[in-house]
């Protein structure tokens, strides 16, 4: 009877192969202006582009840590125990130019548990599960400052703390 696991996970995860959506295009404007007015209107040169900005996301090693307990355990019931914990460094570098991918370096919290009911007369022979739990991420807060003083968006600071729970069931049948 194992009362007590512990789980270490160590995932790379490839943020570099990340393609942005954000681009910038080609237009070239070919206007024939006539006599009369060209000297109320100038027309632009052409303005460049046409390719995809690349997102320069760097990539990652994330540590992860689980441990369970088996709180109780009889002939009919199992009620197991669960907390985790891993942190995770932002792949996106800081955002000073043209895009604004908005992310920061997280730690996240989990806690759970688990009920397992064994032997339920003849209708059931297996087993009845529930699962519950809860998750929070804090979001270390992160400036991102803007090289241009024109940039529409400006400087900004990304923080907060995401929220999430859940719950299953399940049936085991022998």
Do not use: C
Request: proline residues 7%; negative net charge; charged residues 15%.
């Amino acid at each position: 009877m194992r009362t007590l696991r512990i789980g270490l996970d160590l995932t790379w995860v490839d943020w570099s192969a990340y393609k942005a959506p954000v681009g910038t295009t080609d237009v070239r404007l070919d206007l024939t202006v006539p006599p009369a007015f060209a000297m109320f209107v100038s027309q632009p040169g052409p303005i460049s582009g046409s390719r995809p900005v690349p997102a320069n996301f760097t990539d990652r090693f994330v540590p992860r840590i689980g441990v369970e307990w088996l709180a109780v355990e009889t002939s009919n019931l199992d009620l197991r125990l669960r907390g985790g914990y891993y942190y995770e460094f932002s792949p996106v570098p800081m955002q000073s130019g043209l895009s604004n991918f908005v992310d920061t370096d997280r730690h996240i919290f989990s806690a759970g548990a688990g009920i397992a009911l064994h032997d339920l007369g003849k209708g059931l022979p297996g087993e009845l599960l529930f699962d519950a739990y809860f998750q929070s991420s804090y979001m270390v807060p992160r400036t991102m400052t803007k090289t241009s003083l024109l940039d529409p968006t400006g400087s900004y600071l990304a923080e907060g703390v995401i929220w999430a729970a859940g719950a299953t069931t399940g049936v085991t049948f022998e």
